[in-house]
């Protein structure tokens, strides 16, 4: 039958074209979803810092918008993936998103009446849309093959690019809509956020039929033992491995990169305010390429030379960047540099090492270590973060990049016992 992504018939075992069809409309629909997610993301953290410090009266506290975010989206991530797990993905991704909607309507309420506690609450809750746009990635592999799992996984990743670019540039324009309809001063950006949230909703629930979770699970149920192109054994210390690693590389990236303005403040002392923030602004906004726009490279390297290969290859580049950061912190061309390779490891070891963890995990596990692969890499994160801060005070930037380092020669020197794991298949489980 012709491969046009039609939804196959309930009672009938849908063929390779027919999963092959809504494989590749899936894709695109998570997509174009990241677009808009990543937007939606982007104008809201763009002013988080900002409204913490006024709202608290303290800059010392501007970094806890960002913080109660990611705490929100570890405290998501799990839930999310058990709702996948049970009903689908489409009520998932659908469900952090809509839950992300009322935090967003906490911040501008928070905002309008100048409560910080109610900013922070606001800010935790959208994390659940982080949660879910972290799920899509995920979702992009549920019907995909060895050949193709880490190239439509990194497709998905990349589509965040857009959002993550435009996002916060809606600051300005979003100013003036929001004076006009009467919101509070720095809210009119998250006019964007309330639609294009709202738009990736919409997606979601119309486009993503059929659910490819639920297809899935059916073409592990219904297909001849042995002609399971989808269906996985289960190989535990692998998939242990992959947890590992992404949350390993998501630490060292959160850590140098959340301390980084601070450090470029430092070393831009005695310049113009405009001219340190158009070196912060450049600085962070080629870290964000770097962690998105070659993310299908790495997928492609991913599916052809290797998973674990692929994470070595983050790790090689995160310890370049680290080592940049360390040996050149008194030059911003060399932080800038640093940035950039920082991203570029980021984005290799979370492709592949996201690829390892769906592939080595049986259909009956695969969403909850997924769910909790997020939990942790935000936990992480979040924690690293908060810890970046007290060490760069205590022995300078290039300290902190030389600390980080540990995290790097953990995922090097576990590498062997992922790589084995992931040869020697165990029996797939009767049940979860």
């Known amino acids: 039958m012709p ?172 100013e003036v809509v929001g004076a006009a309809v009467g919101m509070p001063p720095l809210t009119g950006a998250y006019l964007f956020t309330l639609v294009a949230q709202g738009l990736a909703i919409v997606l979601y629930l119309v486009a993503m039929r059929p659910d490819p979770l639920l297809l899935a699970q059916r073409v592990v149920a219904t297909a001849p033992a042995g002609s399971r192109p989808i269906a996985r054994a289960d190989r535990p210390v692998a998939a242990r491995y992959a947890i590992f690693a992404v949350a390993a590389a998501h630490g060292t990236m959160v850590s140098v990169m959340a301390m980084t303005p601070v450090h470029l403040t430092h070393l831009t002392h005695g310049a113009s305010e405009a001219a340190t923030l158009s070196i912060i602004g450049l600085t962070i906004s080629l870290h964000i390429a770097g962690m998105y726009v070659l993310s299908p490279v790495f997928g492609i390297l991913a599916d052809r030379m290797g998973r674990v290969p692929t994470i070595l290859v983050g790790q090689a580049l995160l310890a370049a960047a680290l080592l940049t950061a360390s040996f050149g912190e008194a030059s911003t061309t060399a932080v800038t540099v640093a940035l950039i390779l920082l991203g570029l490891g980021w984005s290799a070891s979370t ?82």
């Open 351 to 432: 492709v592949a090492g996201s690829t390892l963890l769906t592939e080595s995990s049986s259909e009956v596990l695969r969403t909850r270590r997924q769910g909790i692969s997020d939990f942790t890499m935000s936990i992480v994160g979040g924690i690293g973060a908060i810890a970046a801060g007290a060490v760069l005070g205590s022995i300078g930037y290039g300290g902190l990049a030389l600390v980080v380092m540990v995290l790097v020669a953990a995922s090097v020197l576990l590498a062997p016992l992922g790589w084995r794991a992931s040869a020697r298949p165990t029996p797939e489980p009767a049940n979860g």
């Open 3 to 174: 491969d046009t992504g039609a939804a196959p018939t309930a009672d009938v075992a849908p063929t390779p074209a027919e999963v092959a069809g809504v494989q590749r409309r899936t894709v695109w629909v998570l997509s174009l979803g990241q677009v808009l997610g990543g937007l939606a993301f982007g104008a809201t953290l763009s002013l988080g810092a900002v409204l913490a410090a006024e709202l608290s009266g303290d800059e010392s506290f501007s970094g806890l918008a960002a913080a109660a975010v990611t705490f929100g989206t570890a405290l998501t991530a799990v839930p999310l993936a058990a709702i996948a797990r049970r009903r689908g993905r489409r009520l998932s991704l659908t469900t952090g998103m809509a839950v992300a909607l009322i935090g967003v309507a906490l911040v501008i309420v928070a905002v309008g009446v100048r409560a910080f506690p109610l900013l922070l609450v606001g800010f935790l809750i959208i994390g659940s849309g982080q949660a879910a746009n972290l799920q899509s990635r995920f979702a992009a592999t549920d019907l995909a093959t060895d050949a193709s799992r880490g190239r439509d996984l990194s497709i998905v990743v990349w589509a965040t690019t857009v959002g993550a670019v435009l996002g916060p540039n809606l600051t300005g324009p979003g």
